[in-house]
């Protein structure tokens, strides 16, 4: 079984790398996201997927700064950058059956989503 820590260093790895293949088979096909920031939600791996690939275009990067985790929870805070400016996010994870069930995004400002992904969330 993939530790909590091990499926979080990945999922990092594989967004950073853009490699969408890699990051699904981390996630399960019931997985839930959430960013309270921007009251969105996204419910189940292929939506999530397209969530990512589509959701998320230009030239952004991220750095793991610190992953903290236990037998079924981890967090992680990392940096963002995108359009030159850098941010802070902090993400809450949950793991069962070695696979991410649950990934809730906290980020420093509340913001309106994009238009462009609207057809992929439901607001909360």
């Given at each position: 079984?993939?530790?909590p820590r091990?499926?979080?260093?990945a999922y990092?790895?594989?967004?950073?790398?853009?490699?969408?293949?890699?990051?699904?088979?981390?996630?399960?096909?019931d997985?839930?996201?959430?960013?309270p920031?921007?009251?969105?939600?996204?419910?189940?791996?292929?939506?999530?997927?397209?969530?990512?690939?589509e959701?998320?275009?230009?030239d952004w990067h991220?750095?793991v700064?610190r992953?903290?985790?236990?037998?079924?929870?981890?967090a992680?805070?990392?940096?963002?950058t995108?359009?030159?400016e850098?941010?802070?996010?902090?993400t809450?994870f949950?793991?069962?059956d070695?696979?991410?069930?649950?990934?809730?995004d906290?980020?420093?400002?509340?913001?309106?989503?994009?238009?462009s992904?609207?057809?992929?969330?439901?607001?909360?």
């Amino acid at each position: 079984m993939t530790s909590p820590r091990a499926l979080v260093s990945a999922y990092w790895a594989a967004a950073e790398a853009r490699n969408w293949e890699a990051f699904g088979r981390l996630l399960s096909v019931d997985v839930v996201y959430q960013a309270p920031m921007s009251r969105e939600r996204v419910s189940g791996r292929a939506a999530y997927l397209r969530f990512n690939a589509e959701g998320f275009t230009g030239d952004w990067h991220l750095a793991v700064e610190r992953i903290v985790a236990d037998e079924v929870t981890a967090a992680s805070w990392i940096q963002m950058t995108d359009a030159g400016e850098t941010y802070p996010g902090l993400t809450f994870f949950e793991v069962a059956d070695g696979l991410i069930v649950s990934v809730t995004d906290f980020w420093p400002q509340v913001y309106e989503p994009p238009a462009s992904r609207e057809h992929l969330i439901e607001r909360i």
